[in-house]
């Protein structure tokens, strides 16, 4: 898998809101840093240690949401995520696909229209 051996957006962004997300069902973490102006996501990195599944999907999911407004961001489901990654993984595999995008999902909700200064949240309870 391309995205595994060489994953993309990988990096910090300064002044960007900081996420965490975290998989505790096999330790997967990610620093994810968003950043979003006139609800449109204008960039996006991310820090992670975890198995080459959940880095592999990170990478992808941050590739296609560069430049989707919020809006469309919030609408994606999992089944969305498991075509963007050619296939649904096995049942205990599926947190490790989803944990990046259920905690940017969780942040969505709660982000600052008006103020850009960076805030930490941590990601909703698992499913």
């Known amino acids: 898998m391309e995205h595994a051996r060489n994953p993309r ?14 998989n505790p ?11 979003i102006k006139n609800n449109k996501v204008i960039d996006i990195k991310y820090q992670i240690q975890g198995c080459i599944l959940s880095r592999a999907s990170l990478s992808i999911f941050s590739e296609y949401i560069k430049g989707k407004s919020t809006s ?23 947190k490790c696909v989803l944990f990046g995008c259920e905690a940017i999902h969780a942040n969505l909700d709660t982000w600052p229209k008006k103020n850009p200064s960076t805030r930490l949240m941590t990601r909703r309870s698992q499913k």
């Open 9 to 22: 957006n990988v990096g910090v962004i300064r002044g960007a809101k900081k996420i965490l997300a975290k």
């Open 25 to 35: 069902f096999c330790g997967d973490e990610a620093e994810i840093y968003l950043k």
């Open 72 to 94: 469309a961001v919030s609408k994606i489901k999992d089944e969305d995520i498991f075509k963007m990654i050619g296939g649904t993984p096995s049942p205990s595999r599926q």
